[in-house]
């Protein structure tokens, strides 16, 4: 579709999105992406992931500039989750199991997301696994009768308290032994993974394009835009950012 833009990195591969929404797929966004892509006059704005820490995150206020000015913004799986759990009374549209986990506050801890990756030219491969991944599983692995409750929880505890960028099945199972957690379920649940992980942050992913193409292949020129419903305060420092933003980079 002519117009949209999707911020995408480690959550699903650029040909498999492709497969779900025509868009012209950018890295992960920071800070000033979005306000930058407003200059485009863009048709709609997907965001699935971003960055943070060693990069500066998305700005609320852009996304809020962007949604004033009419332009659709969704979020999901990720860094999108994330704003659209923050934004969403003022019209980004979130999509999907963990957007509305953290909209309605059963997660609140940003870690929840985050994984390391690799560079753009690998196509940014995921090096760890997301805590809403283990969590799924671990459920239904529980629901498969492959583990017992009580072993699901210790080995979720387990994940949480590794940090994001050492977390994955492997290290999570290695630490249930070493705390004798039941060797007959660690083995079963080591040979159900491989057909049984899943990956929740992707299947959202896929659930926002299918929507953001449902929804923009039905809208007319008259209703494709979104109406704000709240007043954006130009301030001083915005008025600077404005002018300060250089093109983004396609």
Known sequence: MSGVYVFLGPTLPREDAALELDATYLPPVAQGDVLRLCAEKPAAIGIIDGFF????????????????????????????????????????????????????????????????????????TSLSEAMVNIRRTLSDAVADRVLTAGTAL????????????ERGYGRMLRLGGDIALPVSELAA????????????????????????????????????????????????????????????AM
């Open 53 to 124: 820490e060693s990069v500066p995150s998305v700005w609320h206020k852009e996304i809020l500039y962007a949604i004033h000015a009419g332009i659709p913004v969704f979020g999901a799986s990720s860094m999108g989750a994330l704003r659209a759990a923050e934004l969403y009374p003022f019209g980004m549209i979130g999509v999907g199991a963990i957007f509305e986990a953290f909209r309605d506050g059963r997660l609140e801890d940003d870690d929840e997301v985050a994984v390391i990756h690799g560079p753009a030219e690998l196509g940014y």
């Open 154 to 165: 210790r080995l979720e505890s387990i994940a949480k308290e590794l940090p994001y960028r």
């Open 189 to 248: 649940f080591r040979g159900w993974l491989p057909q049984g992980r899943f990956d929740q942050k992707r299947e959202d992913a896929k659930a926002m394009l299918r929507t953001m193409a449902r929804r923009l292949g039905r809208a007319t020129s008259d209703d494709a835009t979104t109406e704000a419903h709240f007043h954006f305060e130009h301030t001083v420092l915005w008025e600077r950012a404005l002018r300060d933003a250089a093109p983004l």
